[in-house]
């Protein structure tokens, strides 16, 4: 038992923050980051080619402990932190929306990358390696054990029993393609729908779920667990923990300022610059898939009541100290494979131009992951970003309400500079020194080619062109 809630309280006080790059996500020039959220965006993208050198996203969120009463911003509380002097101290936060507590923490190192337009359809690739945590389900009372341990005096005594607590953490390397297509240009409307396709290999993998724990903590030593209906599944770090596959799908549609006939993107028929839009909705279904671990440990639990002497005296080394612990159980299954599930969501983005260059984007996330599933489960959340975008330079203030709080929105900021990208959803620990709760960072380095092969030829105002000669001419309307 002591085991199993040290997972909890492991997982739920890191520094666990919504993933989405609400910064970056409507921009026209995110490169190979649009399809991240949305595949078909990447049909008609605006720069005719991108190419990502290298990226990294930094995303933690919880609901259970702040840092507070830091002395200086989080930039040099981290250099004092590698000195080993820090300020301020770990506190709890205040209760959550619905007495119950969630965390999440996503680490991605971004690795080669490109996007290539070729006409009406795009294709695109790349690498990456994910890590990803979600702690979802304890009560306010589990809470205050993890928070302040098994012996927190006014809880002693009591009854309590838990539901739907879920412990997930896996880390993989994905390799991904990408292909949108614009499926209809007419009158002043596109539609374009897209895929990602991914092969996904497991580096590590952990599950914990309660679908019930009926327990009390008597005094300072003894625990009583009247009855638990648990599973578990881990497997240790290796080149090769697992493989599986994974997903999204999605539909983008756009009012166009122009007429959208036989709009070829990047092709001097159409043009040579993108077609601009009035408004732009988008939908799409994320993550799909999941992992399978073959080489692990993995199993069931399902026990009446069991008295622990002494929780405060327990030895879990190994695997053979796991089995006396759960000896006395009633049922115990064991597997050595267990299946994690990607973070699936639906999500909607609205993108609406205000004035040249200037637009405000709308964008929801609602993750799908069932309470009694081992799917981990991503970040509900809601944000309204205005950005200022040209070519080479870029702006965005994106305001995000994470997990429907709509008392605690956060602000953040994203800045690009060509192909270099850096942004935060979540700005202020950076900038001031209120209590932190969450951390978001992250950074780009690209490579983008604006214009296309088929558009780098220019006509000599000098020139005589006689008739009936077969020389080419740029068009006089653009998409005829």
Request: with cysteine; aromatic share 10%.
């Amino acid at each position: 038992m002591r085991a199993i809630l040290t997972i909890v309280l492991c997982s739920a006080l890191l520094p666990l923050r919504s993933q989405e790059r609400f910064g970056l996500l409507h921009s026209n020039y995110a490169g190979t980051d649009m399809s991240y959220l949305n595949p078909a965006r990447t049909a008609g993208q605006w720069p005719y080619a991108d190419i990502r050198f290298v990226g990294v996203d930094l995303n933690v969120w919880n609901s259970l402990v702040a840092w507070s009463g830091r002395e200086q911003r989080l930039v040099g509380e981290l250099r004092s932190g590698v000195a080993g002097n820090t300020s301020g101290d770990v506190v709890m936060r205040g209760s959550p929306l619905g007495g119950i507590h969630r965390g999440f923490a996503q680490v991605n190192v971004l690795g080669p990358a490109f996007s290539l337009s070729l006409g009406r359809g795009t294709i695109g690739a790349g690498i990456r390696l994910r890590t990803y945590t979600s702690v979802t389900g304890p009560s306010q009372a589990l809470g205050n054990f993890i928070f302040h341990g098994l012996g927190f005096r006014p809880q002693r005594g009591i009854r309590y029993n838990e539901e739907g607590v879920r412990a997930l953490t896996a880390a993989w390397t994905e390799f991904s393609v990408n292909y949108a297509h614009i499926l209809k240009a007419e009158g002043f409307g596109m539609l374009s729908a897209g895929t990602n396709l991914r092969y996904q290999i497991a580096q590590a993998g952990g599950a914990l779920q309660f679908d019930g724990l009926d327990y009390t903590v008597v005094d300072s030593a003894q625990l009583i667990v009247h009855a638990a209906t648990a599973s578990y599944g881990f497997a240790m770090p290796t080149a090769n923990a697992g493989h599986g596959f994974g997903a999204d799908v999605g539909m983008v549609y756009e009012r166009t300022l122009e007429e959208a006939d036989g709009y070829m993107p990047h092709r001097s028929s159409g043009g040579c610059d993108p077609l601009r839009y009035r408004y732009r909705i988008g939908v799409s279904l994320l993550d799909l898939g999941g992992l399978r671990f073959r080489n692990g440990e993995a199993g069931s639990i399902h026990t009446g009541s069991t008295n622990i002497a002494d929780y405060t005296d327990l030895h879990i080394n190994d695997q053979q100290d796991l089995d006396s612990l759960l000896s006395t159980v009633t049922q115990w299954s064991r597997e050595e494979s267990f299946r994690i599930g990607m973070p699936t969501a639906l999500a909607l983005q609205v993108d609406q131009r205000v004035i040249d260059h200037g637009y405000i984007g709308f964008a929801a996330v609602q993750q799908l992951s069932g309470r009694s599933s081992t799917r981990l489960r991503r970040m509900n959340a809601l944000a309204v970003t205005p950005r200022f975008e040209t070519r080479y330079v870029e702006a965005a203030l994106p305001i995000t309400v994470q997990e429907y709080d709509l008392l605690r929105p956060v602000v953040g900021l994203m800045l690009r500079f060509d192909g270099v990208v850096i942004g935060t959803d979540n700005l202020l620990p950076f900038v001031t020194t209120r209590d932190v709760y969450a951390v978001d960072f992250y950074l780009r380095l690209r490579w983008m080619i604006h214009r296309s092969p088929f558009c780098k030829g220019k006509r000599k105002s000098n020139t005589v062109h006689r008739a009936g000669t077969t020389e080419a001419l740029p068009c006089a309307t653009p998409n005829d």
